[in-house]
């Protein structure tokens, strides 16, 4: 009996190809952003539909970099605890104060509700997470940043190709952060993207990418300025011929998600679970069960490999937050993640479905 991966890239000659060119090229990585770097800019920002894109080599770059175009040095950030540490990380990076609320029960994405009650005289930026590929409520979001004033930067990490009232995810936020990690819909060895939908966002544009290349300037040739500090953030050459490739078969890659997705909500005989949104690009499925341990523990004698998604930032050392968030710490005793990946077959889902359904009761 095969393991079957919680998480899988999809790849094929054409991945394989690219890799081999960039190799024989010998141009492997440019500050610069040249090359493959920039065409996969580009077609990602067509494919998005964005005025722009640029590309860094991870998510978290990409929230550090995002983020700091609002100088929120001693300002507050509102953002859900139920994500990945760097969602937090990138607001200290800052100088910020993160402001941790609850989530929708339904969703697990940030409560609008919530986001509200929290907005003081010192809040700049919302920063919502569309937890698992299932896109936030933006459109309550956004009046709430509109009544307020506030900047919002979305957290896009699982969200490539994820749609919201009809347009793809990367259009509505001032600035919006994907991550390419290998585990991640559109995968890469490494790889991160912001897109900005501000006024003067080539402005913007110009200020990340010297951010991103430890703050140079005014390159010409050899000769160069540093006027602002900056990080060693630029995307490789291998990465970005990889990310072209997945690319081309983001939307089919997603497509294969989705129906992943409804047999789970419709044959998971499991009362708290991830609903079906043909918007949601399913980055993975999640179900939240009473004895996590054991039922993790069973999965895996069964050669099914799960995860935890995630232990709530909140409750972590560094933060040590006195919030009290009821949704929040219930999914984080309780949540499962169950693989999406493409490259399961129908006998792999009919599996994992019949021993989840065994010992999620």
Same mark, same amino acid.
């Given at each position: 009996?095969?393991?079957?991966?919680?998480?899988?890239?999809?790849?094929?000659?054409?991945?394989?190809?690219?890799?081999?060119?960039?190799?024989?090229?010998?141009?492997?990585?440019?500050? +610069?952003?040249?090359?493959?770097?920039?065409?996969?800019?580009?077609?990602?920002?067509?494919?998005?539909?964005?005025?722009?894109?640029?590309?860094?080599?991870?998510?978290?770059? +990409?929230?550090?970099?995002?983020?700091?175009?609002?100088?929120?040095?001693?300002?507050?950030?509102?953002?859900?605890?139920?994500?990945?540490?760097?969602?937090?990380?990138?607001?200290?990076?800052?100088?910020?104060?993160?402001?941790?609320?609850?989530?929708?029960?339904?969703?697990?994405?940030?409560?609008?509700?919530?986001?509200?009650? /929290?907005?003081?005289?010192?809040?700049?930026?919302?920063?919502?997470?569309?937890?698992?590929?299932?896109?936030?409520?933006?459109?309550?979001?956004?009046?709430?940043?509109?009544?307020?004033?506030?900047?919002?930067?979305?957290? /896009? /990490?699982?969200?490539?190709?994820?749609?919201?009232?009809?347009?793809?995810?990367?259009?509505?936020?001032?600035?919006?952060?994907?991550?390419?990690?290998?585990?991640?819909?559109? +995968?890469?060895?490494?790889?991160?993207?912001?897109?900005?939908?501000?006024?003067?966002?080539?402005?913007?544009?110009?200020?990340?990418?010297?951010?991103?290349?430890?703050?140079?300037?005014?390159?010409?040739?050899?000769?160069?300025?540093?006027?602002?500090?900056?990080?060693?953030?630029? #995307?490789?050459?291998?990465? +970005?011929?990889?990310?072209?490739?997945?690319?081309?078969?983001?939307?089919?890659?997603?497509?294969?998600?989705?129906?992943?997705?409804?047999?789970?909500?419709?044959?998971?005989?499991?009362?708290?679970?991830?609903?079906?949104?043909?918007?949601?690009?399913?980055?993975?499925?999640?179900?939240?069960?009473?004895?996590?341990?054991?039922? #993790?523990?069973?999965?895996?004698?069964?050669?099914?490999?799960?995860?935890?998604?995630?232990?709530?930032?909140?409750?972590?050392?560094?933060?040590?937050?006195?919030?009290?968030?009821?949704?929040?710490?219930?999914?984080?005793?309780?949540?499962?993640?169950?693989?999406?990946?493409?490259?399961?077959?129908?006998?792999?889902?009919?599996?994992?479905?019949?021993?989840?359904?065994?010992?999620?009761?």
């Amino acid at each position: 009996m095969k393991k079957i991966k919680l998480f899988d890239p999809v790849i094929g000659k054409n991945e394989e190809n690219a890799i081999k060119k960039i190799l024989h090229s010998h141009n492997w990585a440019s500050g +610069a952003g040249g090359g493959s770097v920039y065409e996969f800019e580009k077609k990602f920002s067509d494919f998005l539909g964005s005025k722009n894109c640029i590309s860094v080599n991870s998510g978290t770059a +990409a929230l550090h970099l995002g983020l700091s175009l609002f100088d929120i040095k001693d300002k507050e950030v509102i953002l859900p605890s139920l994500s990945f540490v760097s969602t937090a990380h990138a607001i200290i990076y800052n100088g910020g104060i993160p402001v941790f609320v609850d989530v929708d029960p339904k969703t697990l994405c940030i409560d609008p509700k919530e986001i509200e009650k /929290a907005i003081t005289k010192n809040t700049r930026v919302i920063l919502p997470v569309h937890f698992g590929g299932m896109p936030c409520d933006l459109q309550k979001i956004s009046k709430i940043s509109k009544k307020f004033g506030l900047s919002i930067v979305e957290d /896009a /990490a699982h969200a490539a190709g994820a749609k919201y009232d009809g347009e793809k995810i990367g259009n509505h936020g001032h600035c919006v952060c994907f991550s390419f990690h290998p585990v991640k819909n559109l +995968a890469m060895p490494s790889g991160g993207a912001i897109t900005i939908n501000l006024k003067n966002n080539k402005q913007f544009s110009k200020i990340l990418k010297s951010k991103r290349w430890v703050g140079i300037t005014g390159r010409k040739g050899s000769n160069y300025d540093v006027s602002n500090l900056g990080w060693n953030y630029y #995307m490789n050459e291998f990465s +970005a011929a990889i990310g072209i490739e997945q690319l081309k078969k983001l939307d089919k890659i997603n497509s294969q998600r989705k129906k992943i997705g409804k047999r789970y909500s419709k044959e998971l005989e499991i009362g708290e679970k991830m609903p079906f949104d043909e918007n949601c690009s399913y980055h993975f499925y999640w179900i939240q069960v009473k004895n996590r341990k054991n039922f #993790m523990k069973k999965m895996s004698e069964n050669k099914i490999e799960t995860g935890i998604h995630y232990n709530p930032i909140h409750k972590m050392s560094l933060y040590n937050s006195k919030t009290i968030l009821p949704i929040t710490e219930k999914a984080g005793n309780r949540i499962v993640s169950l693989p999406t990946h493409p490259n399961l077959t129908d006998n792999d889902l009919n599996r994992i479905i019949k021993i989840a359904n065994k010992f999620a009761k």
